[in-house]
Every structure is written in C-alpha cells, then in structure tokens.
C-alpha cells in the first residue's frame, strides 16, 4: 500500500465525517469489548455514541480524524493534547480511539495512517492499549517500535501496555 493512497483528515474539514464516524462507532467499540468486559453497550450506562462524539468535536484540545483510503473514509482517530501529566513527566498527545474498519484491516492503512498521525503532531506520545486486547497491543508493539526505529520506552501499568516516544523526528 502506497502512502499515497492513505491521507487523514481534520473531521471538522468535512460535513459528513461526524455521521460517518458516529455511523462505526459500535464496531469499533465492538471490537474493545471481547474477553475484557470493560465496555459496556452504550444503552446500559445512558450515553449514546452521538452524545460522545459531540464531545470530540466540542472539545478545543481534541482532533477528531478520518483516515481515508483513495478518499473513501475507512477508519478514524481521536488526538487529544494532554495539558498537563500525572507525575511531571510531560506527555503532549496521547490517541485514546484509533480504528480501521474490518474489510479495509491488513492492508497497511493503519501502519500508514499512524505514521502521517504522528508526523501531523509532533512531541511527546504516549499509546495504551488494554493489555488483554491482543490484537491491539501486536499492532501497536509493531507500529511504534517500527516508526521509533526502537527508540521508546514501553510500560505495563494498571493492566495495560503503554508506550512512550517522541514523534516529528526526521526518520
């Protein structure tokens, strides 16, 4: 897969990528729940998947993204900038939702996106993922390791696996 052929956009840029994101939503939340329990069916604790998109979109620390394959949208991604990190040590972004839809997976579009994400905002990142999500943190494991050339730091805390490193270095 060509780098060409993936770009990610600001989902604020384009009308219909809210209602596209909102649209997969469940599949991506689907995709979270096997083997950990954690997330519950929206219903259940009163909130809906329009209700928390709005909040992305409504919050000025918060990119929504849509990563698109030869401009067909095929997953997203939410950016937030962290203010200020528990501890003092400073973290400037972390990615709390990255998808790719089922059909459009191992093609390398998620790999490409990331790269162009990272290069997008450069600083300090930190990536968690559940640490029971296996999928994820193969993913993620491969992704940083590859972009960083091995140049980050990974920890297992509270059951999950997060890597940190630095982003927007010539490479």
């Not at 780098?3 to 469940?26: E, F, H, K, M, N």
């Not at 991506?28 to 009163?46: C, H, I, K, S």
């Not at 999500?133 to 972009?147: L, P, S």
């Amino acid at each position: 897969m060509s780098a060409a052929t993936v770009g990610v956009r600001d989902a604020r840029a384009a009308p219909g990528d809210r209602l596209w994101i909102q649209s997969v939503y469940r599949e991506y939340l689907d995709d979270l729940n096997p083997g950990t329990g954690l997330f519950p069916r929206l219903p259940e604790v009163g909130h809906r998947e329009a209700d928390l998109i709005a909040h992305w979109f409504a919050d000025p620390n918060t990119y929504p993204l849509v990563i698109l394959r030869a401009e067909e949208p095929v997953g997203f991604a939410r950016v937030r900038r962290r203010l200020a990190a528990p501890g003092g040590s400073r973290i400037d972004y972390h990615m709390p939702e990255f998808f790719i839809t089922r059909l459009r997976r191992r093609l390398g579009i998620g790999r490409t996106a990331v790269q162009l994400i990272l290069n997008r905002f450069a600083g300090r990142w930190e990536i968690t993922e559940y640490l029971r999500n296996e999928v994820a943190v193969q993913f993620w494991r491969r992704v940083v390791a590859a972009y960083t050339q091995g140049d980050y730091e990974e920890r297992i805390v509270n059951g999950e696996v997060r890597q940190v490193f630095v982003s927007g270095k010539p490479r």
